[in-house]
């Protein structure tokens, strides 16, 4: 009988380079089928091939001083590295790597359950799929409305909100159901429910939608401050701000009253970014506004989501085709402007179109901006600077919705107020980005986009 020791070191040719340990902890239970199978196909001598490369599982694992058996490891050798596929070492390992790594299977909903039931068992499952659109729709179509509870419909409408999924059937159901139950509905709930809309930019054609909104807050402002709040953000998104919820979020009384809360800050954050709102999108709004001293800026940093993905943003690669191609002081990164709006790149332009030095510009526009003349559009806000800012913004993958059509609805909130504080945007669309293959194509396509605008700079730019 032949061991496994001595059938490694008889073979060394079978995966040169391989070490027994990372082997040994996957086929040692399996020793027994080794030996008598080893003779059943022949021997060793009958697997022998010229001399291959290293195994490159086990090089990367003692390369990386990590330890040679991990999922890697138990996958076991290639049948091209000398080992037959139906070979007792072979399945030896498959076995062993299937009892220590067992497969995991969809999450099955138990036939016996309602459809509501069913609704909620899937959306409370953590390995719920991600895009089940025609799963959730077919559950809707079957509950009854008596099975659709809040609580089912606050996990859908969060379900679609984390998942960017602007699925305009699921959404309409909850419009639909937020207006059906309003009476029953607590502020608190509602906020969850509207969540979606303002975050996937989409506002839905149930025409008692807004109206029930407005009750709601008209009737819960006073006891929840946080969510109506919350409520109003979602509306802002949506371009649907109600001006008698805003008499009253703007009020002394209001102000006064969450001054001491928690949650102040965020309150006087999503305030200012409502004041700003109001400034630039409502000019026949004529009711109170937040005082100046209660001001905060809005978004002082990039958001949590640029953030968390920074390895996966054009950014940086941008940065160095500007660097490269205008030279970095005529460019600005992640500049915040008032009232509190967060820059990908800010260049300041003269009015015959040259890049200028940052340095020599003020790169800021006022806020509140100075608008046209009485017969003018309204939405061009003049300045006394003759120096032009452009703004160019990155329009990532995940600044859309799952779609990859739609800007989600802080992203275009955040475009349009730029706009209309006088800023030229100028988009940097993902699919554009990542069509581009290496610096030498990114700086061709960004000189491209500049001179469209009317833009020119220096020879040294590159």
Same mark, same amino acid.
């Given at each position: 009988m032949v061991s496994i020791t001595q059938l490694h070191a008889s073979s060394p040719a079978l995966c040169p380079g391989l070490r027994c340990s990372a082997v040994w902890p996957a086929a040692a239970p399996a020793s027994t089928a080794l030996l008598s199978g080893a003779q059943q196909v022949g021997g060793p001598a009958s697997?022998?091939?010229?001399?291959?490369?290293?195994?490159?599982?086990?090089?990367?694992?003692?390369?990386?001083?990590?330890?040679?058996? *991990?999922?890697?490891?138990?996958?076991?050798?290639?049948?091209h590295q000398g080992f037959p596929s139906d070979?007792?070492?072979?399945?030896?390992?498959?076995?062993?790597?299937?009892?220590?790594?067992?497969?995991?299977?969809?999450?099955?909903?138990?036939?016996?359950?309602?459809?509501?039931?069913?609704l909620e068992a899937a959306l409370s499952c953590p390995r719920f799929l991600r895009r089940p659109q025609q799963h959730l729709i077919r559950s809707l179509a079957e509950a009854r409305p008596e099975e659709l509870t809040?609580?089912?419909?606050?996990?859908l409408a969060q379900h679609l909100a984390r998942h960017r999924l602007r699925e305009p059937?699921?959404?309409?159901?909850?419009?639909?159901?937020? %207006?059906?139950?309003e009476a029953q509905l607590s502020s608190k709930v509602v906020q969850k429910l509207v969540l979606p809309f303002g975050r996937l930019n989409y506002l839905p054609l149930e025409q008692q939608f807004m109206p029930c909104l407005e009750r709601i807050l008209a009737r819960e402002a006073g006891v929840a401050p946080l969510a109506t709040v919350n409520i109003l953000m979602s509306l802002c998104q949506l371009r649907c701000l109600p001006f008698r919820a805003l008499h009253f979020v703007f009020s002394p009384s209001f102000i006064n009253h969450i001054s001491g809360t928690p949650h102040a800050l965020?309150?006087?954050?999503?305030?200012?970014?409502?004041?700003?709102? %109001?400034?630039?999108?409502?000019?026949?709004?004529? *009711?109170?506004?937040?005082?100046?001293?209660?001001?905060?800026?809005?978004?002082?940093?990039?958001?949590?989501?640029?953030?968390?993905r920074?390895?996966?943003?054009?950014?940086?690669? %941008?940065a160095e085709g500007l660097r490269q191609l205008l030279g970095e002081e005529k460019y600005r990164q992640d500049l915040t402007v008032p009232p509190g709006y967060c820059t990908d790149f800010l260049l300041c332009v003269s009015s015959s179109g040259a890049v200028l030095p940052v340095r020599t510009q003020d790169p800021f526009l006022p806020y509140p901006?100075?608008?046209?003349?009485?017969?003018?559009?309204?939405?061009?806000?003049?300045?006394?600077?003759?120096?032009?800012?452009?703004?160019?913004?990155?329009?990532?993958?995940?600044?859309?919705?799952?779609?990859?059509? %739609?800007?989600? *609805?802080?992203?275009?909130?955040?475009?349009?107020?730029?706009?209309?504080?006088?800023?030229?945007?100028?988009?940097?669309?993902?699919?554009e980005l990542e069509s581009q293959r290496g610096l030498p194509q990114l700086k061709s396509y960004l000189r491209q986009k500049l001179q469209a605008l009317g833009l020119r700079w220096g020879p040294e730019g590159g």
């Open positions: 697997w022998r091939r010229p001399p291959r490369r290293p195994c490159a599982r086990a090089t990367a694992a003692s390369g990386t001083g990590e330890e040679p058996w *991990g999922a890697a490891a138990l996958a076991g050798p290639e049948p070979g007792p070492l072979m399945c030896a390992l498959e076995q062993e790597r299937r009892f220590r790594l067992p497969p995991k299977p969809p999450p099955t909903l138990q036939p016996g359950l309602r459809s509501g039931q069913r809040p609580h089912v419909m606050v996990l059937q699921l959404l309409e159901a909850i419009a639909h159901f937020l %207006v059906v139950q965020i309150v006087r954050r999503y305030l200012s970014l409502l004041d700003t709102a %109001v400034e630039l999108e409502l000019p026949g709004y004529r *009711g109170p506004r937040l005082p100046r001293r209660q001001q905060v800026p809005i978004f002082p940093q990039p958001l949590i989501t640029d953030r968390a920074c390895k996966y943003s054009h950014k940086d690669i %941008v901006p100075r608008f046209c003349p009485q017969g003018q559009a309204a939405s061009q806000p003049t300045t006394h600077d003759p120096a032009q800012r452009v703004v160019l913004m990155l329009r990532e993958r995940w600044h859309f919705c799952r779609d990859g059509r %739609v800007l989600l *609805g802080s992203r275009a909130l955040r475009e349009r107020h730029l706009g209309l504080l006088g800023y030229q945007l100028l988009p940097l669309p993902f699919e």
